[in-house]
């Protein structure tokens, strides 16, 4: 089949087009092509700044080096731990702070607003207000938990390897449940009402209620907000450095993987084995996110 010829205006359209795009399409290849091209680049090469005159192409040496280096490891397992706290607790605190915010009650307009206070704290006074709750001489939890007794000594939240990560995962949950919230009690509010009618009239209670009519109607929301609570939870970066002061301890405590690529870039200077622990973290994101959705993907085929 012959290919239509474009009229003069049709031509002059398309031309218009193209123009009319190439500024966001320039703008992305500026801010995320290029960097990512460079980064994968710059992760087949030997480069530390301590010793510039040894740099050299090494190929896939760094990405070999990752699969060995303990240091890694142990950054991994860091970031699993924190994850599952922060992923499961976070949307599991959500989805019940949304149910609760569906019934009436006096004053449920203001609780939704106050819903967003968290959300609104920028990240790093999120981290310098746990700091200070937290911290061991004049923090705010040791003198809650004297002054009721459960406590006869100041306790070091932030000196402490085990207390720290559960700092962090409070600090973040806190500042991230409120935007998850939002989210569900959106989609809960687009479930028709006379879905929950009829399964009152069936003799469904609450409970019955959330689990076959609230829950699977959710699932596509779960699905965005489980994939986007897991990609924070790996890269989570602000609240590591301002609890810790830019270090990641104690002794490492809260060193997970993004942290660790920051110091071995920025601390180390070693910016080619930074490059291939970024280029690596970017690809556990995406296979992350390729899990929740073949995972809620087969639980909608078996729902069907």
């Keep these: 089949m012959a290919r239509r010829k474009l009229t003069a205006g049709e031509r002059g359209d398309r031309r218009f087009a193209i123009l009319a795009a190439s500024p966001a399409v320039l703008t992305i290849a500026a801010l995320f092509i290029y960097p990512l091209f460079y980064a994968v680049v710059l992760s087949m090469y030997q480069m530390n700044d301590k010793i510039p005159d040894a740099t050299q192409f090494v190929g896939l040496w760094n990405y070999a080096q990752l699969a060995t280096d303990p240091n890694f490891h142990e950054a991994l397992v860091r970031t699993a731990v924190f994850s599952f706290f922060t992923v499961f607790g976070g949307v ?28 609104a704290v920028p990240p790093v006074v999120n981290g310098i207000m746990w700091k200070l709750i937290f911290d061991g001489t004049y923090g705010v939890a040791n003198a809650v938990l004297g002054g009721v007794g459960l406590i006869d000594a100041p306790i070091q939240w932030l000196a402490d390897r085990q207390l720290i990560m559960g700092v962090l995962i409070l600090a973040e949950v806190w500042k991230l449940t409120p935007f998850l919230a939002l989210m569900t009690i959106a989609s809960m509010q687009a479930i028709p009402s ?7 009239i069936d003799g469904a209670g ?26 924070w939870s790996i890269k989570v970066f602000d609240t590591i450095y301002v609890l810790t002061g830019g270090s990641g301890g104690p002794a490492e405590a809260t060193t997970t ?6 110091l071995t870039t920025f601390s180390y200077l070693d910016r080619g084995y ?4 970024s280029i690596s973290i970017m690809g556990i994101v995406i296979l992350v996110t390729v899990f929740w959705i073949l995972a809620l993907g087969r639980r909608k085929e078996k729902a069907a």
Excluded at 194 to 200: D, P, Q
Excluded at 206 to 224: E, H
Excluded at 257 to 262: E, I, K, P, R, S
């Design 92 to 119: 599991a605190l959500a989805v019940g702070i949304a149910r609760l915010l569906q019934y009436p009650f006096r004053g449920r307009n203001v609780a939704r607003v106050l819903l967003l206070v968290p959300w």
């Design 194 to 200: 006379n879905v929950y009618r009829a399964a009152s």
């Design 206 to 231: 609450a409970w019955a209620q959330f689990w076959k009519v609230t829950l699977p109607n959710l699932r596509g929301t779960l699905m965005f907000l489980l994939i986007v609570q897991s990609m």
């Design 257 to 262: 993987v993004n942290f660790l690529a920051y």
């Design 274 to 277: 930074g490059a291939a622990m």
